[in-house]
């Protein structure tokens, strides 16, 4: 049975979600009072979620300004992508040598939530869909000092990732890719699979770097 959420948990939550769904858009500022009555909360669990969010550089503070929704950054993107890039094939070629036959049943099912989100335009939910599937590749590996490590990259992107499925052709090359992605794990290719993901990241920096460079002219 999963425990309930702590409040700075819940508000964590939300925080996140209105950060990848637009509604706090980048560059924004945080009014603390006015979320903190939203949500039914007082100021002690929004601050530590603020904090939490600023030490991934999902947000950031300015002495007598208070809190805003960072920019997006080409060079952050490029780094954190670079980041994963190292650690995730490591993690992909031990998962795929230990994979059970339970492991690949929620792999699976995390890509069949991520197809039908895909097909309701639901971002938010394709987003956390698209997490559970990518994590549920690499948790046979059973490396957990290293998947925390992960964890808190991909925390530190998921504005970026909200950008790049708002566009059709993205979402539905996410699901041919992760299509490919399930056919070599289920096949136990470690090579193939490694090389898959790095091309699945490729991708998505190289629609990302257009659509920041875009924003930023």
């Known amino acids: 049975m999963q425990r309930p959420p ?20 980048p560059g924004q500022p945080i009014r603390q009072d006015t979320i903190a009555q939203r949500l039914g909360v007082s100021r002690v669990p929004l601050r530590e979620a603020l904090k939490t969010l600023e030490a991934e550089g999902q947000v950031i503070y300015q002495p007598h300004r208070g809190y805003s929704v960072a920019e997006l950054s080409l060079s952050d993107l490029l780094e954190v992508y670079r980041m994963r890039e190292l650690l995730e094939s490591e993690a992909a070629a031990v998962a795929t040598e230990r994979l059970t036959d339970a492991d690949l049943a ?33 948790e046979p590996a059973g490396m957990p000092r290293l998947l925390r490590v992960v964890r808190t990259l991909w925390d530190a992107t998921d504005a970026y990732r909200a950008v790049y499925y708002n566009s059709n052709s993205n979402r539905e090359r996410v699901r041919h890719e992760h299509d490919s992605i399930v056919a070599a794990v289920a096949d136990r290719r470690a090579d193939d699979l490694v090389r898959l993901l790095d091309e699945h990241r490729r991708h998505a920096v190289d629609a990302l770097r257009a659509t920041i460079a875009s924003e930023v002219d």
Not at 8 to 14: A, K
């Open 106 to 138: 929620r792999i699976t099912d995390a890509q069949g939530d991520v197809e039908k989100a895909a097909d309701s335009g639901d971002l938010v939910a394709m987003i956390a869909a698209n997490r559970r599937f990518h994590f549920a590749l690499l």
């Open 6 to 25: 702590t409040t700075q948990e819940f508000v964590l939550g939300e925080l996140r979600n209105a950060i990848v769904s637009g509604e706090l858009a």
